[in-house]
């Protein structure tokens, strides 16, 4: 059974940094793309960023300058770095993994809220 498993999120002032993990377990028959979506509360959840196999990557308008993705293909992980947070960026952000024959999995999430 695979399993998504997200840490680092918290509280922290704005302008601050918070770096976000989620590592894969159990067998996903190949990881493709993987990415970060947030959701805050009566949004709708929206893309943060994603980056393929290949190392390619999308960012959403709002955060590009300020988010970093990458990956480590052998350990199954993906992270977010964020910098220069602001209040706006407070959501649930969410991982999420499509494997290479198209199935997606989701993360439970992790809080991230920024303080003015």
């Known amino acids: 059974q695979v399993q998504l498993v997200e840490s680092g999120g918290g509280l922290v002032q704005a302008g601050g940094s918070l770096r976000l993990s989620c590592a894969a377990t159990g067998s996903i028959f190949g990881v493709g793309v993987m990415g970060w979506y947030r959701q805050a509360p009566g949004k709708q959840r929206d893309l943060v960023a994603e980056i393929t196999s290949g190392g390619r990557t999308n960012y959403a308008d709002p955060v590009k300058g300020r988010f970093t993705i990458s990956r480590d293909n052998a350990k199954k992980s993906v992270y977010l770095q964020m910098s220069s947070l602001k209040p706006e960026d407070t959501a649930v952000y969410y991982c999420?993994?499509?494997?290479?024959?198209?199935?997606?999995?989701w993360g439970r999430g992790t809080q991230v809220t920024v303080s003015s």
């Open positions: 999420k993994v499509v494997n290479n024959i198209g199935t997606t999995y």
